[in-house]
């Protein structure tokens, strides 16, 4: 047992196999202070008018936004009007996307290198790995020296796209699942996800809006957003029924499991005996006692195995980029 009666991580691992992990945004907060927001609206540079339309439109969500500014370009020029008059308010919007991102996403260069190779290890520990944070880190860390070992399903050609009816699992190898999207997918023309490849990190990021064609992602929100989000892509409903699906001894790792995310809070307690091992940044007594009594209440359970999240891998102190 370690500090604040919490479990090292070797301890645990040692003990039982853990096939399957959900990662959160603590993942990443791990390697870097830049992913320290709660969305990237309020990370974002948006004059009031152009906050005032996502509260109007009821969202967070920037994809949802501009798609709904496309839609709004057609009806004001089939009434008459200027095409600029919406075009410029989408280009703005677009624009304090893209800068957000690059503002706030940790350069390539300064995780490359032992930090990914790491990260890639850690994630080849599990069978399956569900994430909930859209950066590129683990995307990058699967890429590093090669993708071999990992299966994330974008394997139909010419562009990568995904197809729900040719998914299989693959032997040996570890299923990556972006339960919210991710920087590196797209939507495509008639509404299916595909995936952009370039193994070059810093190319991926420069380039991840290019073409026109936004991120497929999932912002934070309120749990009605965000199912509604999830049901419009059949990548990301893909995603979501796999990890409803599987009953596999699970670790809870940066993944605060807040109001938003009710819809993996119920996926995990469809089974009370499974296995659930909970990772907890070690803070004070009390801070402990009381992330534990909140997810102790939050899954109807008395029995989760509580860690030490800077004893595993993906909260090692060391891959903190200063």
Not at 44 to 63: I, K, R
Not at 65 to 85: M, N, T, Y
Not at 148 to 167: E, I, K, L, R, V
Not at 196 to 208: I, K, N, P, S, T
Request: glycine content about 6%; charged content about 25%.
């Amino acid at each position: 047992m370690g500090q604040f009666r919490l479990e090292d991580w070797a301890d645990l691992s040692e003990e039982d196999d853990w096939p399957v992990l959900l990662a959160g945004n603590g993942a990443s907060r791990a390697v870097s202070n830049a992913f320290a927001y709660d969305s990237l609206l309020a990370a974002a540079n948006l004059d009031p008018d152009d906050v005032d339309l996502f509260d109007h439109l009821g969202t967070s969500n920037f994809e949802e936004v501009l798609r709904s500014l496309d839609f709004a370009k057609i009806v004001h020029e089939q009434l008459g009007g200027a095409p600029d008059d919406v075009h410029d308010r989408r280009e703005v919007v677009r624009h304090a996307l893209v800068e957000t991102v690059n503002d706030h996403h940790v350069d390539w260069l300064d995780v490359d290198g032992p930090r990914l190779t790491t990260i890639k290890q850690a994630l080849r520990d599990h069978h399956s790995v569900f994430t909930t944070s859209y950066d590129l880190l683990f995307y990058w860390a699967m890429n590093h020296n090669g993708a071999q070992g990992f299966a994330d399903f974008f394997w139909h050609m010419p562009d990568n796209y995904f197809d729900a009816d040719d998914s299989p699992l693959i032997p040996n190898r570890t299923h990556v699942y972006w339960l919210h999207g991710g920087l590196h997918l797209y939507r495509t023309a008639d509404d299916g996800t595909a995936k952009r490849v370039h193994l070059v990190g810093a190319a991926l990021l420069d380039q991840f809006a290019a073409g026109g064609l936004l991120p497929l992602y999932v912002a934070e929100g309120a749990p009605e957003q965000k199912r509604r989000s999830i049901r419009r892509s059949d990548y990301l409903t893909f995603c979501l029924e796999r990890f409803e699906d599987d009953d596999r001894p699970l670790v809870v790792f940066g993944q605060a499991l807040g109001p938003s995310d009710q819809h993996l809070v119920d996926a995990i307690k469809q089974d009370p005996d499974r296995d659930v091992a909970y990772a907890i940044y070690p803070t004070t007594q009390l801070g402990v006692n009381g992330v534990r009594a909140d997810i102790e209440e939050l899954l109807d359970r008395d029995d989760i195995a509580f860690f030490d999240s800077t004893t595993h891998p993906l909260g090692d102190p060391a891959l903190h980029v200063p």
